[in-house]
């Protein structure tokens, strides 16, 4: 589509009636989850009612096309290598609730490339060093950045679509999710244990020694450094997972966190056979510990 001005624009249209289809579909799980979690202790424990309601409401949130184009907005206004990676611009007086107007990019998906293998490894690390600072420095990340949501362009860059969902993290998770990566980078069980246990609840009590072994395997299972194994995103879900099996529920953006890091981490290894997140990670980690000891934080 080409505005008057003769730009080239992608315009995202939402289907007639699907808001309220969607809220019955919505509704209905919600009391669905109700009424499992009353016949399943193992459920009480995951308060599978609580989540469904977050995502009721982030699927609601997804539905209104303008908290698309403002987070599309605040990413590029955020980010310090736009020629890196990107987000297409927003046209806001051609756009609506239900109707997204902005900038259309020639693009190649992740899975055919048309750059060289040295180009593509680049890429892949634009792309892993971007979603790191979104959710270590800003807080504020693309939440479901897979294959589909990604372009790469003829001059070497990443563009990310689809900001319909995003996550935020406070800077209290921010610091602790910084702390669990470098634990779980070193294989340090009782320290990922340690950092838990201070986000608790006050009413919780979690087993700390069956926490930790189970912590252990799930690390020795995704992250076998000695083997080439790397799945830093797998093992994060993983951790979540045994956190809220010992009454440690953390936040449905930590979550959403643990998700675009498995994603980001799919792209990579697509673009790079030898990718390591790590090696994209380290800067940012080294940047937030900056911040973490500045006087003035």
């Given at each position: 589509?080409?505005l008057?001005?003769?730009?080239?624009?992608?315009?995202?249209?939402?289907?007639?009636?699907?808001?309220?289809?969607?809220?019955?579909?919505?509704?209905?799980?919600?009391?669905?989850?109700?009424?499992?979690?009353?016949?399943?202790?193992?459920?009480?424990?995951?308060?599978?009612?609580?989540?469904?309601?977050?995502?009721?409401?982030?699927?609601?949130?997804?539905?209104?096309?303008?908290?698309?184009?403002?987070?599309?907005?605040?990413?590029?206004?955020?980010?310090?290598?736009?020629?890196?990676?990107?987000?297409?611009?927003?046209?806001?007086?051609?756009?609506?609730?239900?109707?997204?107007?902005?900038?259309?990019?020639?693009?190649?998906?992740?899975?055919?490339?048309?750059?060289?293998?040295?180009?593509?490894?680049?890429?892949?690390g634009?792309?892993?060093?971007?979603?790191?600072?979104?959710?270590?420095?800003?807080?504020?990340?693309?939440?479901?950045?897979?294959?589909?949501?990604?372009?790469?362009?003829?001059?070497?860059?990443?563009?990310?679509?689809?900001?319909?969902?995003?996550?935020?993290?406070?800077?209290?998770?921010?610091?602790?999710?910084?702390?669990?990566?470098?634990?779980?980078?070193?294989?340090?069980?009782?320290?990922?244990?340690?950092?838990?246990?201070?986000?608790?609840?006050?009413?919780?009590?979690?087993?700390?020694?069956?926490?930790?072994?189970?912590?252990?395997?799930?690390?020795?299972?995704?992250?076998?450094?000695?083997?080439?194994?790397l799945?830093?995103?797998?093992?994060?879900?993983?951790?979540?997972?045994?956190?809220?099996?010992?009454?440690?529920?953390?936040?449905?953006?930590y979550?959403?966190?643990?998700?675009?890091?498995?994603s980001?981490?799919?792209?990579?290894?697509?673009?790079d056979?030898?990718?390591?997140?790590?090696?994209?990670?380290?800067?940012?980690?080294?940047?937030?510990?900056?911040?973490?000891?500045?006087?003035?934080?």
């Open positions: 589509t080409l008057n001005s003769g730009e080239s624009v992608a315009v995202k249209i939402q289907k007639p009636d699907i808001r309220h289809n969607i809220e019955i579909d919505l509704n209905l799980s919600v009391w669905l989850a109700e009424k499992l979690q009353k016949h399943s202790e193992a459920l009480q424990l995951l308060d599978v009612q609580a989540i469904m309601k977050e995502v009721r409401q982030g699927v609601l949130r997804e539905l209104n096309f303008k908290t698309e184009a403002r987070n599309q907005e605040y990413f590029n206004a955020l980010n310090p290598h736009p020629e890196q990676v990107f987000a297409p611009k927003i046209y806001s007086d051609f756009s609506t609730s239900r109707v997204l107007v902005m900038e259309r990019i020639d693009g190649a998906p992740v899975d055919q490339p048309t750059l060289t293998p040295e180009q593509l490894s680049q890429v892949a634009f792309g892993a060093s971007s979603l790191m600072r979104q959710i270590l420095l800003h807080g504020f990340f693309h939440a479901d950045p897979h294959s589909g949501n990604v372009l790469i362009t003829a001059d070497t860059r990443l563009c990310f679509l689809d900001w319909g969902l995003v996550g935020h993290l406070t800077r209290r998770l921010r610091y602790a999710l910084a702390d669990f990566w470098v634990a779980a980078v070193d294989q340090d069980a009782e320290r990922i244990v340690q950092i838990a246990a201070e986000l608790a609840p006050i009413d919780a009590r979690p087993n700390l020694r069956v926490m930790e072994k189970e912590i252990t395997l799930a690390l020795r299972e995704e992250l076998n450094f000695s083997i080439g194994h799945e830093l995103g797998r093992a994060m879900l993983k951790l979540l997972f045994i956190f809220s099996q010992h009454g440690i529920p953390l936040t449905r953006d979550s959403l966190m643990a998700k675009a890091i498995l980001i981490e799919e792209i990579g290894q697509i673009l056979p030898q990718f390591d997140l790590r090696v994209h990670t380290k800067s940012v980690i080294r940047e937030l510990y900056r911040e973490r000891n500045n006087p003035r934080t």
